[in-house]
């Protein structure tokens, strides 16, 4: 699957209920400056094109597009991964945001096998 990057009115749709088909997102989000996002994306990449995560969307933002995001999703800091399940029985969609590692690697914070356990837990 491709990583999509989303604009910031995407993204509003996205966590605010607008997209009216039952998917499963995976975004992270990410700043043009933090060499850890940089870092972590041919990774993200990988996980994004496994055979095994082809009923999923991915999606990347910029947080530098839109600031005030970390405070309204109550993040600090990027790299972030959030699990979206959009409109689910004409519910509001649920985000469920990756915890912090226990031991963050210096190079991408996440590691592959943490986003993926991530994905299995909370998207599959």
């Known amino acids: 699957m491709r990583i999509n990057r989303l604009s910031t009115h995407a993204l509003q ?17 990410y700043s043009n400056g933090c060499h850890m996002c940089h870092a972590l994306s041919p990774y993200f990449k990988d996980i994004a094109e496994s ?7 991915f999606f990347a933002f910029n947080v530098d597009d839109y600031p005030e995001i ?6 600090k800091g990027v790299p972030t991964i959030f699990i979206v399940h959009t409109h689910i029985d004409n519910r509001l969609p649920t985000m469920r945001m ?6 963050p690697s210096e190079k991408t914070w996440y590691k592959t096998r943490e986003i993926r356990s991530f994905i299995k837990k909370e998207a599959l």
């Not at 055979?51 to 969307?57: N, Q, V, Y």
């Not at 970390?70 to 993040?75: A, G, H, R, T, V």
């Open 13 to 29: 749709n996205l966590i605010n209920g607008n997209v009216k088909e039952n998917q499963t997102c995976v975004l992270k989000f």
């Open 51 to 57: 055979a095994e995560h082809k009923d999923l969307h």
């Open 70 to 75: 970390e405070k309204m999703l109550k993040f």
């Open 98 to 103: 990756m915890p912090d590692p226990n031991e």
